[in-house]
């Protein structure tokens, strides 16, 4: 079974800087690409950013509206994805979900709630 | 950035069935196709389709995908309360280089 568990998450100040773990588990995850999507309070999904996997040289795709601001890496000896955060914003305020890329977002971890605020 | 368009909100009597739909373009839908998500109240999202028609091992076969042109859309028959939830489409995006979310429709079983 697919186990996806994201953690790291808490209460940061604006153009603070956080960094996201995603702990993978029931799949072959050094062979997987893995997303980062997330979803503030009422709203819908916001796609963040993807990783593939070594045999496609760990690229990295994001949102344009990052403005560069998010770096997403994964260490495949531990089964971990990770989602580093700068410069954040109010607006950046959001549950952040890590998702396996197989099919397109295949499964969901729980997710972690970021609050950026003063 | 240029998502995808869904109603928000269907409402549908129990055991009837309600069709959802989710607009895009040439450089996503059109092109690839989409995925259809569920979300129901505090729980993560979960897969029921890609590629148009395709489901995921366990999702009920009273849900079916399609895609004309580019507009997809999700039919569930035999609508039951436990289908009220949150529903997502999602395409990948050729031209923006990206994955594009729609902004959810809420559907309501009467």
């Known amino acids: 079974e697919v186990q996806l568990v994201e953690s790291g998450g808490g209460l940061v100040q604006p153009g603070g800087s956080l960094k996201l773990s995603c702990t993978a588990s029931g799949f072959t995850f050094s062979a997987s690409a893995m997303h980062w999507v997330r979803q503030a309070s009422g709203k819908g999904l916001e796609w963040v950013g993807r990783i593939r996997s070594k045999v496609d040289n760990y690229a990295t795709l994001y949102a344009a509206s990052l403005n560069g601001r998010f770096t997403i890496s994964r260490d495949d000896s531990k089964n971990m994805v990770y989602l580093q955060m700068n410069s954040l914003k109010s607006e950046d305020t959001a549950v952040y979900y890590c998702?396996?890329?197989?099919?397109?977002?295949?499964?969901w971890g729980q997710g972690t709630l970021v609050t950026v605020s003063s | 950035q240029a998502g995808l368009t869904q109603p928000p909100s269907v409402s549908t009597d129990l055991r009837q069935t309600a069709t959802l739909t989710c607009t895009g373009n040439?450089?996503?839908?059109?092109?690839?196709?989409a995925a259809w998500l569920q979300q129901h109240q505090g729980h993560p999202p979960k897969l029921l389709s890609y590629r148009n028609n395709n489901r995921p091992s366990g999702i009920s076969e009273r849900l079916s995908a399609s895609r004309s042109g580019n507009t997809a859309s999700l039919t569930i028959t035999e609508l039951q309360p436990e289908d009220e939830a949150d529903y997502y489409c999602s395409a990948w995006d050729s031209s923006l280089v990206a994955w594009v979310f729609g902004g959810g429709t809420k559907l309501t079983v009467l």
């Open positions: 040439s450089n996503n839908i059109g092109d690839q196709g």
């Open positions: 998702s396996l890329a197989k099919e397109s977002f295949d499964s």
